[in-house]
């Protein structure tokens, strides 16, 4: 079922945010990696696949937490960007 995508995609951005709470980058860019997979997966059966309405609203409500998820995501990239930004920077003057 498409909803079975929304949820799978739903449990890597969690797996993701946990990965960014543990500083465990490799793991946030190893499942934005499958998210990224279960993104196309998912563009490609709704080409041929609708959802019904009890499922249109389940999948607003996974969306919702998704981007709540996202939102912290990066509110915990930012300083290690940051830092790896400056580490960059300085290693090219030097």
Known sequence: M?????KAIEDGSVKMLEA?????WDGVV???GACAVLIEQL???ARS???D????????????R????DAQIRYLVEPWLSNF???FESRLLH
């Open 66 to 69: 998704i981007l709540s998820n």
């Open 2 to 6: 498409l909803i079975d995508y929304y």
């Open 43 to 45: 563009r490609h059966r």
């Open 30 to 32: 190893r499942f934005e």
């Open 20 to 24: 960014a709470k543990n500083e465990d």
């Open 53 to 64: 309405g009890p499922s249109q609203l389940e999948k607003s409500k996974i969306m919702l």
């Open 49 to 51: 696949e609708e959802l």
């Open 85 to 87: 930004d400056q580490n």
